[in-house]
């Protein structure tokens, strides 16, 4: 039997914020194959070790690095908007992706990333994606009514703000430049960088002071 898609009225009600239900089934599915295959001698455990650390190596503070450079660094941040990896790359970063485009928020302008596809993400700087970011309820209405899906995070921005949304793809990834918060001015590079979250380099929140 051919399930029917949720109509747009149905999608609109789901929240973005969706809980992990039937996850603790996958997750002990996932258990047991990999001690089959351990104890079958087809895995070795250094194996594992190896493809977890190299999941888990990226992570957010990476780049918030390259943001907190940027807003120290006027040359920097034209090099970083012209050419992500090429910026990226001077911080000793690797960008694994086809391409890296960084979109600057500005006090008219708000970018939001998501991807309607699958799941595309720009890993190698940010680690893996959050739970949400997947969900089909934020893929689909990210594009559709992204003010509301930023309400349902808190952030409520004014009208004369126009939101921008990015669809990130396999050959492209998109990282948000977020917007230096006011009372950041004597702020080193370093404590800017501890400022810079996750959410506001997808573009769900703002950096806050």
Not at 6 to 22: D, L, T
Not at 89 to 104: H, R
Not at 153 to 162: A, H, I, R, T, Y
């Amino acid at each position: 039997m051919i399930a029917t898609p949720a109509s747009p009225a149905e999608m609109s009600a789901v929240p973005v914020i969706e809980g992990h239900q039937g996850s603790d089934y996958y997750a002990l599915m996932t258990r047991a194959l990999h001690q089959i295959l351990l104890e079958e001698g087809l895995l070795a455990p250094e194996e594992t070790d190896k493809v977890i650390a190299a999941l888990e190596a990226p992570r957010p503070e990476w780049g918030a690095r390259l943001v907190a450079r940027a807003w120290v660094d006027p040359a920097f941040k034209a090099r970083l908007l012209k050419d992500g990896a090429g910026a990226a790359a001077e911080l000793g970063f690797t960008i694994k992706e086809a391409q890296l485009v960084v979109v600057e928020n500005t006090d008219d302008l708000h970018n939001v990333i998501v991807c309607t596809l699958c799941s595309c993400y720009p890993r190698s700087l940010l680690g893996q994606p959050p739970w949400w970011y997947i969900s089909k309820s934020y893929r689909a209405r990210a594009v559709r009514e992204p003010r509301d899906v930023l309400k349902e995070f808190g952030l409520d921005l004014p009208e004369s703000v126009k939101v921008r949304v990015h669809d990130s793809n396999a050959d492209m990834r998109y990282l948000v430049l977020p917007r230096r918060p006011a009372g950041t001015e004597d702020a080193s590079e370093a404590d800017l960088a501890r400022l810079v979250t996750r959410d506001s380099m997808i573009g769900t929140a703002i950096v806050a002071p």
